[in-house]
């Protein structure tokens, strides 16, 4: 059974950081690109960045480039977003994603049950 379980979600201030970690299980994901979605009630989950297996090839939304980095710890089957210079706009769910394409398709093909991140102005 695969498992993708989210965790380092909470409250911060504007401006601050917050970093989440998606560690994986119930099969290797080296053929996949992992990474992120978020939803806020009443909109689509939305792509936020995505990482190959190396590492090597990352994409991310326009609206979290430059301040969202994802990386991988492949030998813990652990993919990471670190979140810095964080706005209330990006007050969201995040869901942990598995999946091809998935900045193109906008859908992954395994989620995670999702971590709230909340950023007070």
């Known amino acids: 059974q695969v498992q993708l379980v989210e965790s380092g979600g909470g409250l911060v201030q504007a401006g601050g950081s917050l970093r989440l970690s998606c560690a994986a299980s119930?099969?290797?994901?080296?053929?996949?690109?992992m990474g992120w979605f978020r939803q806020t009630p009443g909109k689509e989950r939305e792509f936020v960045g995505a990482?190959?297996?190396?590492?090597?090839?990352?994409y991310y939304a326009d609206a979290v480039k430059g301040r969202f980095t994802i990386s991988r710890d492949n030998a813990k089957n652990t993919v990471y977003l670190q979140m810095n210079s964080l706005k209330p706009e990006d007050t969201a769910v995040y869901y942990c994603?598995?999946?091809?394409?998935?900045?193109?398709?906008?859908?992954?093909?395994?989620w995670g049950q999702g971590t709230q991140v909340t950023v007070s102005s």
């Open positions: 990482s190959s297996w190396s590492g090597g090839s990352t």
């Open positions: 994603a598995a999946g091809n394409l998935m900045w193109l398709r906008q859908m992954a093909d395994y």
């Open positions: 119930g099969r290797t994901f080296s053929s996949y690109y």
